[in-house]
């Protein structure tokens, strides 16, 4: 059973950081590309950011580069994405997805809320 | 503004059918077949249910289908079931401009 399992969200004040996890089982990590892929409250969807197999390769939404890292450990079936000088706009639900022309599997999503 | 067009909401009664509409450009929904669409039930994570236009993963009934003309595709539900009152989305690759990949705005799916 695929499973995607999110970590690492929280209320967080504008200009902090957060480190996103997710760990993920049932399929081979290291084979496929990895999406963050966000949500705000009451809104659509929105690719943040994805990342090649063997992570030489990292492309992100323009809103957020400079300041959001994604990264993998394949070692660890470990997607991560390091978030810094966050917004009051970041605030979503931030799912991670294996991504392999469609995003064929979602984690359950982990809440930011940036908010003084 | 999201990159891709659907209607807000659409709605049917049960053993009809309806269809979403997803329209872009030729820079994305017109130039790749690299369309999906995603259910997504209230506190849910999204679920693919088509991908590469008209494909449907393992365990995704057949009553869900997809198609694309030009730089609009389509999602049909047909024999509409109370299970399918859900969010869908439409996804599209759109190549080098940024962002790669673009989204719908969403249709909200009523089965009354």
């Known amino acids: 059973e695929v499973q995607l399992v999110e970590s690492g969200g929280g209320l967080v004040q504008p200009g902090g950081s957060l480190r996103l996890s997710c760990i993920v089982s049932?399929?081979?990590?290291?084979?496929?590309?990895m999406s963050w892929v966000r949500q705000a409250p009451g809104k659509g969807l929105e690719w943040v950011a994805n990342i090649k197999p063997d992570g030489s390769a990292k492309y992100y939404v323009d809103s957020v580069k400079g300041r959001f890292t994604i990264s993998r450990d394949n070692a660890k079936n470990s997607l991560y994405l390091q978030m810094n000088s966050l917004r009051a706009e970041d605030t979503a639900v931030y799912y991670c997805?294996?991504?392999?022309?469609?995003?064929?599997?979602w984690g359950q999503g982990t809440l930011v809320t940036v908010s003084s | 503004q999201s990159a891709l067009t659907q209607p807000a909401s659409v709605s049917g009664s049960p053993g009809q059918s309806i269809t979403i509409s997803c329209t872009g450009t030729s820079s994305d929904v017109g130039n790749y077949n690299l369309v999906s669409w995603y259910q997504q039930h209230p506190g849910k994570a999204p679920k693919l249910m088509i991908y590469?236009?008209?494909k449907r993963p393992s365990g995704v009934p057949d009553r869900f289908s997809g198609s694309k003309s030009g730089n609009t595709a389509s999602l049909t539900v047909s024999g509409l079931q109370a299970e399918d009152e859900a969010d869908y989305y439409c996804s599209s690759y759109a190549g080098s401009n940024n962002p790669p990949w673009v989204f719908g705005g969403g249709t909200k799916l009523t089965v009354l």
């Open positions: 590469e236009v008209n």
């Open positions: 997805a294996q991504h392999s022309g469609s995003y064929n599997y």
């Open positions: 049932g399929f081979t990590f290291s084979s496929y590309w």
